[in-house]
Nanobody, 126 residues
Framework: QVQLQESGPGLVKPSQTLSLTCTVS??????????WNWIRQPPGKGLEWMGA???????YYSPSLKSHASISRDTSKNQFTLQLSSVTPEDTAVYYC??????????????????WGQGTQVTVSS
């Protein structure tokens, strides 16, 4: 059973860089041919796909976030990380990491992915 767990600060100040880590157990992030995603859900809104890193380490980003989002991985720890620079209150959301068999850039629900974490609330406020 694959399990994903998000970790990171619950509160970030505007203009700072948000860093979130997803720790994966029960399966390798290098296993063919999976994509490891970051998804978020702002309050009162639907899911937003932010980006992904695949089994080979290639990265993919939402065009709306590409300029200030970065996804990387640490295969020795079986983790992947999201960094979001210059955050604003509009980045307040519940952030999820997920695993999927392909890229889904417009998810309706987390059920579209194979596995997902419980989510972590991030609030951007001074």
């Amino acid at each position: 059973q694959v399990q994903l767990q998000e970790s990171g600060p619950g509160l970030v100040k505007p203009s700072q860089t948000l860093s979130l880590t997803c720790t994966v157990s029960g399966g390798s992030i290098t296993a063919n041919y999976y994509y490891w995603n970051w998804i978020r859900q702002p309050p009162g809104k639907g899911l937003e796909w932010m980006g992904a890193i695949d089994y080979s380490g290639s990265t993919y980003y939402s065009p709306s976030l590409k300029s200030h989002a970065s996804i990387s991985r640490d295969t020795s720890k079986n983790q992947f990380t999201l960094q979001l620079s210059s955050v604003t209150p509009e980045d307040t959301a519940v952030y999820y990491c997920t695993r999927g068999a392909g890229i889904r850039t417009d998810p309706t629900g987390l059920y579209e992915y194979d596995y997902w974490g419980q989510g972590t609330q991030v609030t951007v406020s001074s």
